[in-house]
């Protein structure tokens, strides 16, 4: 209530003039919710595999502060660059915005962040904490693990049977779909964090496991799962190799292809051997095993990039039985319904060549069988934790072929399990605040805008390089345009709203963000209902 | 960028305190927030018999980091003029007198006294906080008071049957140099315009949409999103007028149904039962808002492409 | 040569009395509408604000209402402030009239006393004055066009002082439309008399504060404590006042004037210009020997209760000559008048009269026949109507 007071008439002024402010009227007493600021999780982090923080990152990029934004991108994922040309983006699938008129096009803003930073990161950790950590497999998975571990101040090596890290990436990848210029700047970043490699090294041939795991204090399985994987079919021993293809062509061989010639595989794979095929001047025709709808999400923009190159396509078959005849190839497939082969779908089809794609698989093999049952790693999913202590693993050798952005986070989780067992600190998954949905975004304050397209060479243009890079991502205008788009569901942004609309003037703005003065505020919820993107929520004081 | 910090500046100008006694929600705080921001330390307000009449605090008590001048129902314009006087007799020119007064205030008690000062082109600035009803007395109609709408005065079984009283035309017909709408709900807005109008000699005025949660049967929450879409619907358009006589549309709306800003509010319940008194709001609602972007397409020569898509042309 | 040697002397009919007050007052600001008979007081400060002589803002507002809260607003923003009106207009302004005392503005106001309509009736009488007796402001009611002139000074200088709101009265047309010699005085000596205007709530942008935020109960009253207070203290400043202005400028009001009451038996109390017939009519009756005098009321609020029973105290009747009335009741000066004699030692019998509404004339004769009237009467009356055919 009002202060009191006990003024005489004496004390008085002489007109009925005012002597103090309202600031004597603690009027939060009348206040039955509460407003609470609190960050919460865009749809599009929570769908991102590696939790990126999306919204925070476009955040300052808007704000035109690009270093930091390659800070927030970096926090939860190391390498943007090359999830900004590789990732399939299932970030995008929720995303908000795209619920108004298109989502934004996070991949190409992480692309951009990342190409920019590219050269300036790899800062060596403040401290070292003396730990050491062999990580075995140079791929995604094991540099990922290594980049977290490190900035952590652990020293980590890297074991590698290859003269360069990088893995599949570097060694099957496309030039055209990630230039090695790219690979080589993230693996320098790593060099100049300090992360130590052994190349050219296998471990069980070159040097043993138990050895390693007496070295260090800590190993790091990422071995990948690149071995050849082919489905078992009379003739499939008269196929090419689409792997080694994709090798050749990575290390500059123009083998000449030409003519009607088929692609077998089930995955991503597949459909870049067609590609690359396409560009060296074939006719290529993609035998997959299952319709059309059913390619997974994750191969959605590879399917369709080769589509418009001209790739073609027999959807739902799979190979029975491959024969050379005059030179071609005389391959029999059959429909496939997912489980079975339809009786009676046998046809014959003739090529000049079959080259086989299918996706690897792990070799374990130089492993205890403490850790394996048939084949398969016993881990832990998310922490990558085995039967023996010290033991992790990562990335595709215990998830199988995956979404780069998949393996990344399972590196970077793996790193952080690493981490808390050599901290001796109980590992606990990372939990993310609740998810803000469309129904939260007040939509008036953003006017709608189409999603600016990626500058991209066209499907002509794509299938007469093999070194031209197909997507070039944005411009710094075309990032910004894109970036202002955001909603940044979730994240304050010190959008101001709640300050200007605070019909108390109780939302104080301090140091450039907002503060609650709850001595003051009546919980109207003016500044939950006006924030943009559901920061504010309206929580109940005390119950009836 | 945010579109906040276009004209608000943060901790520019906080010139009023909390601890007032507005209901929760109200939008006439936000209203006062905002013009203090641009008017800054050099203004008095003169409050006639209003909300802010009790808002800004009893004695010994006192909101707003500014002289405050409390003063009859029908008398704001005059006082402020009586003020103006005053200070100019002392020299006192580079201050601004601003009569703050509710609708009631302007629409009605205070036509006279305003139309007075209007006509004499006193150098004020008059801004009517347009609640629409007398709230302060507990809601009851005022010539404010749109279409269709309950108060206790005109209850469900009665509710207002004569549309709102258009203060903007009564103003260009006293051909003052300088009168505008504004919303709550867009400060950016409401900024420049208080700012244009500080910027300009005699008599100027500012209709401030400003909801009351209360008086609208509606939860605290939703002043500025109602706000909001009395604009989008078109039923509180923004624009200002020049010497009486240049139509600026200030914010081309996204043409909304009616329904849409209706059904925030229990005051339109008798309405949203009727669908005949609907429709016929919404094309009145269509009518003016076209005689409005004729009168600007008149003043301009031409109607930008945003304006087309305003206008149904199946009136 | 003393200042007062300056004075230049002239022939003025009352409301140019009133403008040369107020032009003399230095006023800064005037906020007038037009009513019969108040009319050439806002057409001479019109003219003088116009050509320079009086520099101030004249504010031709649409109504009267708007006249007294313009003036109000002006005075709590401080600057000196005045306006006229009469009768209707004052009825118009009388939610201001409150306002002014309650929040103290010292504004000046010059009531030309005229008939309320209907029937309409511009002529003079002071029931629209004298029915605003409750609205806080001090009321002085004049007799002559130089009393006039003299007043509307006197009267910034008390309003000033107590920070209360202050009428000066004149009756209309006997006073207001007709011509009179007058001394005007040199604005320096006027100067010396009447400081610049300060308010010490004024609106002041380095310290703001709300001048009139409502109150609730538990301090309103304290503030309507202190309009009383201001009221008793007006009785005294009004004293000083008078006696100032006596020494600077030679002319000596009171409270209440006296005229030839030093042995009368019986008196006739009354306001305004009706004193001049009454004093003539006296002065006939004095030559048939009759004891009888006359106490003019100068100062209505603060009534001079004290002044009032030092003059009537002792006397064998007193006849109130009322030209207003209070309808259910009686003249308003009749039953002040007996109000303040009541308890008084040696209460004589009050008669109060009712004469000259609607600007009916009161003649010589007419104040002749109520004293005989009262001397023939045993019992007082409250209300006696004088000239009335019934």
């Given amino acids: 209530m009002a202060k009191k007071y006990d003024f005489k008439a004496s004390e008085l002024p002489i007109s009925p003039m005012t002597l103090t402010t309202t600031l004597e009227n603690p009027t939060g007493g009348w206040r039955s919710f509460k407003p609470v600021i609190k960050n919460k999780t865009a749809p599009c982090t929570a769908t991102c595999p590696t939790k990126v923080l999306i919204p925070h990152f476009i955040d300052s990029l808007v704000k035109g502060d690009l270093d930091m934004a390659a800070n927030l991108l970096h926090r939860n994922n190391p390498f943007p660059s090359i999830t900004g040309r590789l990732c399939h983006a299932p970030c995008e699938l929720p995303c908000n915005r795209g619920k108004y008129d298109e989502p934004i096009s996070i991949k190409q803003l992480e692309r951009f962040v990342g190409d920019y930073y590219l050269d300036k990161k790899g800062k060596p950790p403040r401290r070292e904490t003396g730990k050491r950590v062999a990580i075995v497999g140079g791929g995604l998975a094991g540099m990922a693990a290594a980049y977290y571990l490190r900035s952590k101040g652990h020293e980590v090596v890297i074991y590698d049977r290859n003269p360069n890290l990088g893995g599949y990436l570097r060694y099957y990848v496309p030039e055209y779909r990630l230039p090695l210029a790219v690979l080589d700047a993230e693996v320098g970043a790593l060099e100049r964090m300090g992360v130590k490699f052994v190349l050219n090294t296998e471990v069980g041939k070159d040097i043993g496991f138990e050895e390693l795991k007496e070295k260090y204090d800590a190993v790091i399985l990422a071995h990948g799962s690149s071995a050849p994987a082919n489905p078992d079919f009379p003739g499939v021993e008269l196929l090419k190799s689409g792997w080694d293809l994709m090798k050749e062509v990575r290390e500059g061989a123009r083998p000449k292809v030409s003519g009607k010639v088929a692609v077998l595989g089930n995955g991503y794979t597949a459909f870049e051997v067609a590609r690359v095929l396409r560009r060296l001047g074939a006719d290529p025709f993609v035998i997959y095993p299952t319709a059309k709808i059913r390619i997974p999400f994750s191969d959605r923009e590879i399917f369709t990039l080769a589509e418009e190159e001209g790739v073609k396509f027999f959807f739902a078959k799979v190979p029975l039985k491959a024969e050379r005849r005059n030179g071609k190839v005389i391959l029999t497939v059959a429909e496939w319904d997912g489980k079975d082969i339809v009786p009676a779908t046998e046809r014959e089809m003739e090529f000049e060549e079959v080259f086989l794609a299918y996706e690897g698989t792990a070799d374990h093999g130089f492993l205890p069988d403490t850790i394996r049952t048939d084949g398969t790693l016993k881990a832990d999913r998310r922490s990558g934790e085995t039967p023996l202590e010290g033991v992790f693993v990562a990335g595709e050798s215990v998830s199988g072929p995956s979404p780069v952005v998949n393996v990344i986070y399972s590196g970077r989780s793996v790193a952080a399990a690493v981490d808390a067992y050599l901290r001796g600190r109980t590992y606990t998954p990372e939990s993310m605040p609740e998810v803000v949905g469309y129904e939260r975004i007040v939509t008036d304050y953003f006017p709608k805008a189409p999603r600016v397209p990626e500058m991209r060479l066209s499907p002509t243009e794509r299938i007469h390089s093999l070194t031209r890079e197909e997507v070039l991502g944005y411009t710094q205008e075309l990032a910004m345009k894109e970036a202002e788009r955001c909603f940044n569901c979730g994240f304050c942004n010190a959008c101001g709203n709640c300050y200007v609309f605070c019909p108390d003037y109780t939302i104080k703005w301090v140091h450039g963000r907002p503060k609650v003065d709850y001595e003051y505020c009546k919980g109207c919820g003016v500044c939950s209902e006006e924030c943009p993107r559901g920061v504010i929520d309206m929580v109940k004081e005390r119950e009836f | ?315 | 040569m003393k200042l007062i040697e300056k004075s230049q002397y002239t022939v003025l009919k009352g409301n140019y009395a009133v403008a040369h007050g107020v032009r003399l007052a230095r006023v800064e600001v005037i906020s007038a509408y037009p009513i019969t008979p108040q009319t050439t007081i806002a057409e001479k400060l019109a003219d003088m604000t116009a050509t320079g002589e009086l520099k101030a803002r004249f504010i031709t507002v649409e109504s009267e209402h708007s006249a007294i809260s313009a003036v109000i607003a002006s005075s709590l923003a401080g600057a000196r402030s005045f306006t006229a009106t009469a009768s209707q207009g004052l009825a118009l302004m009388h939610e201001m009239l409150h306002w002014a005392t309650g929040a103290r503005a010292p504004v000046v106001m010059v009531n030309v006393n005229r008939a309320l309509a209907p029937s309409w009736n511009i002529w003079t009488e002071q029931t629209d004055s004298l029915a605003q007796r409750d609205t806080g402001w001090i009321q002085i009611y004049n007799e002559s066009n130089q009393e006039v002139l003299d007043t509307t000074i006197l009267a910034f200088k008390i309003a000033e002082r107590v920070y209360l709101p202050t009428m000066v009265v004149l009756d209309a047309f006997i006073l207001s439309h007709t011509s009179e010699p007058v001394e005007i005085y040199p604005q320096e000596l006027v100067d010396e008399f009447l400081p610049p205007y300060e308010h010490p709530n004024a609106i002041n942008f380095d310290d703001p504060r709300a001048i009139g935020a409502f109150a609730r109960p538990e301090y309103y009253m304290e503030f309507r404590y202190n309009i009383q207070k201001a009221h008793e203290e007006a009785l005294r400043v009004f004293k000083e006042e008078t006696e100032l202005f006596a020494d600077m400028f030679g002319r000596k009001y009171d409270t209440v004037e006296e005229f030839m009451l030093d042995d009368a038996d019986y008196v006739l109390v009354l306001a305004g210009s009706t004193a001049t017939t009454a004093k003539y009519a006296v002065a006939q009756l004095r030559e048939r020997g009759e004891k009888v005098g006359i106490m003019r009321i100068k100062l209505f609020r603060p009534f001079p209760v004290e002044d009032v029973r030092r003059v009537l105290s002792g006397r064998k009747k007193v006849a109130v000559i009322d030209r207003n009335v209070s309808f259910g009741h009686s003249g308003i000066f009749y039953m002040e008048t007996r109000a303040a004699m009541y308890g008084a030692k040696d209460r004589p019998p009050i008669f109060g009269y009712v004469a000259g509404l609607g600007g009916r004339d009161v003649r010589p004769q007419d104040i002749i026949d109520i004293y005989e009237d009262m001397k023939r009467r045993e019992e007082p009356e409250n209300i006696i109507w004088k000239g009335v055919r019934v």
């Avoid at chain 2, 800054?40 to 010994?60: E, L, N, T």
Wanted: with cysteine.
């Fill in chain 2, 1 to 315: 960028m945010s579109w906040a910090w276009v004209e608000v500046k943060p901790n520019e100008n906080d010139l009023m305190h909390p601890g007032h006694l507005a209901c929760q929600g109200c939008g006439a705080t936000i209203a006062a927030r905002l013009a203090l921001k641009v008017l800054g330390r050099k203004a008095v307000f003169v409050i006639p018999a209003s909300c802010w009449s009790v808002i800004d605090g009893a004695w010994p008590q006192h909101a707003l980091q500014i002289p405050v001048f409390h003063t009859a129902f029908e008398t704001a314009a005059i006082a402020a003029t009586g003020i103006r006087a005053a200070l100019d007799m002392k020299g006192k020119h580079d201050v601004h007198v601003v009569a703050w007064a509710g609708d009631g205030g302007t629409f009605d008690i205070g036509l006279q006294a305003l139309s007075g000062a209007a006509e004499r082109n006193e150098n004020i600035i008059y801004i009517t906080y347009d609640n629409e009803a007398y709230m302060n007395t507990g809601i009851q109609r005022s010539s404010s008071t749109p279409l269709g709408a309950w108060t206790t005065t005109t209850p469900d079984e009665r509710p207002e049957d004569k549309p709102k009283k258009n203060m903007m035309e009564i103003l260009a017909a006293h051909r003052v140099p300088y009168a505008a709408t504004a919303s709550i709900a867009y400060p950016d807005d409401f900024i420049r315009k208080l700012k244009k109008a500080t910027q300009v000699k005699g008599f100027r005025f500012i209709h401030l949409f400003s909801p009351c949660p209360p008086g609208w049967k509606m939860a605290s929450n939703l002043s500025v999103r109602s706000a909001r879409l009395a604009v989008e619907t078109k039923i509180f358009p923004l624009y200002e007028i020049e010497d009486g006589e240049v139509y600026t549309i200030t914010h081309w709306p996204k043409g909304l149904p009616v329904e849409e800003y209706f059904k925030l509010q229990g005051r339109f319940k008798p309405v949203l039962k009727d669908p005949d008194r609907l429709a016929y709001i919404q094309r009145y609602v269509e009518t003016q808002w076209e005689k409005l972007v004729r009168l600007h397409e008149a003043s301009h020569g031409y109607l930008p492409e945003e304006a087309r898509a305003t206008i149904r042309s199946a009136i």
